[in-house]
């Protein structure tokens, strides 16, 4: 079983740059696309940054140019730069296979906030 454990997330002002990770355990972490994902309140978790098995990177536009996925095979960890930060980013972000591994659970998450 697949299991994620993000890490990072924390109150920042708008501008700022966190930098989240991910460990990945229980897969092949090289072969497998992975990508991060973010829900608010009231909304669907969606994908907003993937990564391929040859680093290949996909950004949905609210995040292009301003987030940057990356990952560490040799430490099954996966990263994601974020910076120059707004109010709408304010979310839970997970990590996860793209598509989502549903053989088990989504990892805890974890906060971002972005106020002033």
Request: proline share 4%.
């Amino acid at each position: 079983q697949v299991q994620f454990v993000e890490a990072g997330g924390g109150l920042v002002q708008p501008g700022g740059s966190l930098r989240l990770s991910c460990e990945v355990s229980g897969s092949v972490f090289s072969d497998t696309t992975m990508a991060w994902y973010r829900q608010t309140p009231g909304s669907r978790r969606e994908w907003i940054a993937l990564i391929d098995s040859r680093s290949y990177t996909i950004y949905k536009d609210s995040v292009q140019d301003r987030f940057t996925i990356s990952r560490d095979v040799d430490k099954n960890t996966m990263y994601l730069q974020m910076n120059n930060l707004k109010l709408e980013d304010t979310a839970v972000y997970y990590c996860n296979t793209h598509p989502p591994d549903l053989r088990g659970p989504w990892g805890q998450g974890t906060q971002v906030t972005v106020s002033s």
